[in-house]
């Protein structure tokens, strides 16, 4: 744990010398204190996915202590398209162990995520966040696994071309400087969120690199660690936020949205996921993927359908979802194919001593062994509403262990080829699609809806404003309409290009 506390770049894990989970009210006002904090910024998440913010000047202690205790109303109907004028005040309530510094302001500020609570002072059920709560504790009770989670945030810069040491349109992967503008940018962003408490891996530029004109268009991706999936969600929200605002500072642009131009890569949102028990993971056995595993797997290919309403949420997302794409179009899985929805990448199974070949002269070899394994989720992208999506992975989850015959639902549909060559069109044929439009995605969450209810889990008024909200987009046949017309592919990608 002391290590743990010394490397960790949060400097309230530091000052505090706690991890965020044990942070309390006392804390904070210590730190607030001993760091001469000025402001208070409450946050928290709209229907639209992205982190509002209610402002407070600190007082007094007594000012700030009410306000960490109780913190504040606000009107509900304009964050959530499904709460009602006539009954839209809620609290929000700071909850401690998301705090961190804001690395923006100029005057000393402490930022903190909020829950929703109703006139009660109960957890307001169809707040996304609590959502997701509910569902992993169902999981919990009815399985006995904890769910783990991260992302895989994908999103383009845009920025002035610099005509010195230019890049291969499309080549973009792990590129570095100078073929690479944007190294400096990935780097402040990663330090700023792993100070907000973001549990990163790593950072690199992707594939998608291009010109137009005299603008640069630059890929790039940020990959969290499995963390709790409540967790998880949290530090896709802040940062989205971090990684938007820090671009404004720099003056250059940033989208997440999952289609940027005709016939370059779309960005996506992995999601990768894992089984806990008893704090260890439960993702293989012998080596190895576990049976546990295969039928969280079983489940997210059974509920694919209408996960899409939670993880693809604007008509561009399904223009990101076509053939030879790397983007999945086809449900199954299989290990380490990139043509598949449900992907199982390489997990440290086979020999653990790689290193000691890359190392010869290293003579200490008691490392630690861990199960390192994860399922990916490959269809979602920078429209989502993360929490609702990281809920309905974890339902999904839940049902696949409670299918009848969910191992041979996954023995099914497993494949081993890349699904995309035209010799493969046999398999494909065989295998369920994904949904091409929002509309579809509407209808196939309109029929799957009743599990998503189970256990209180999704009240059936959000799921219900949600297929409506889906809908309104009318785009049935927009993909087949507009597809040959790049300008028309230009205006929709821009109507929503601050998707998310």
């Not at 003056?251 to 008893?278: E, N």
Request: aromatic share 10%; with cysteine.
């Amino acid at each position: 744990m002391k290590n743990k506390i010394l490397m960790n770049p949060n400097p309230l894990v530091q000052y505090l010398n706690k991890p965020p989970e044990e942070f309390t009210r006392e804390d904070l006002i210590l730190y607030i204190e001993d760091h001469n904090i000025e402001m208070l910024n409450l946050r928290y998440a709209g229907e639209d996915g992205r982190l509002k913010t209610l402002t407070f000047v600190i007082n007094s202690r007594e000012h700030l202590q009410d306000v960490l205790t109780m913190g504040e109303r606000i009107d509900g109907s304009s964050l959530f398209s499904h709460i009602e004028a006539g009954s839209s005040d809620l609290y929000v309530i700071p909850q401690y162990k998301t705090a961190f510094v804001n690395p923006f302001n100029d005057i000393p500020t402490l930022d903190i995520l909020c829950g929703f609570y109703d006139k009660n002072g109960d957890p307001l059920e169809s707040a996304p966040e609590y959502i997701l709560q509910k569902a992993h504790a169902l999981l919990k009770e009815k399985t006995g696994y904890e769910f783990h989670a991260m992302g895989e945030l994908e999103f383009y810069i845009i920025s002035d071309n610099d005509p010195l040491y230019e890049a291969v349109d499309q080549r973009g992967y792990h590129e570095s400087s100078p073929f690479n503008k944007s190294d400096a940018f990935r780097h402040e962003v990663m330090l700023a969120i792993a100070q907000a408490g973001g549990k990163l891996k790593y950072g690199h530029s992707e594939v998608g690199n291009f010109t137009l004109g005299n603008t640069l268009y630059e890929q790039n991706e940020l990959e969290f660690l499995p963390c709790p999936v409540v967790d998880a969600a949290h530090q896709l929200l802040v940062a989205k936020w971090i990684i938007r605002t820090l671009a404004h500072k720099y003056g250059v642009t940033v989208t997440f949205a999952p289609k940027i131009t005709v016939g370059k890569a779309g960005s996506g949102m992995h999601i990768h996921t894992k089984l806990i028990k008893d704090g260890v993971s439960r993702m293989t056995e012998n080596g190895k993927l576990s049976d546990a595993a295969k039928k969280a797997i079983a489940g997210y290919l059974a509920l694919a359908p209408s996960l899409t309403a939670f993880g693809n949420m604007n008509p561009t997302s399904y223009f990101r979802l076509v053939p030879h794409q790397e983007a999945p179009t086809s449900i199954c899985w299989g290990d380490r194919n990139r043509s598949v929805l449900v992907r199982v990448p390489l997990g440290w199974t086979g020999n653990p001593d790689m290193y000691l070949h890359a190392n010869p002269q290293q003579k200490i070899t008691n490392h630690l062994s861990q199960d390192k394994q994860t399922v990916e989720f490959r269809c979602p992208d920078g429209s989502a509403d993360v929490y609702l999506l990281m809920a309905g992975l974890v339902v999904a989850a839940r049902h696949g262990f409670e299918m009848k015959n969910n191992l041979e639902y996954a023995a099914k549909t497993y494949v081993d080829v890349n699904i995309f060559h035209e010799e493969h069109k046999d398999v494909v044929k065989n295998l369920e699609q994904l949904p091409v439009s929002c509309a579809e995605s509407a209808d196939m969450l309109e029929k799957q809806a009743a599990i998503y209810a189970q256990g209180n889990v999704f009240p059936m008024s959000l799921l219900n404003s949600l297929i409506a909200r889906l809908r309104k987009f009318d785009d049935a046949h927009l993909r087949e309409q507009i597809a040959n017309d790049q300008q028309a592919v230009l205006d929709l990608v821009q109507k929503y290009f601050h998707c998310g």
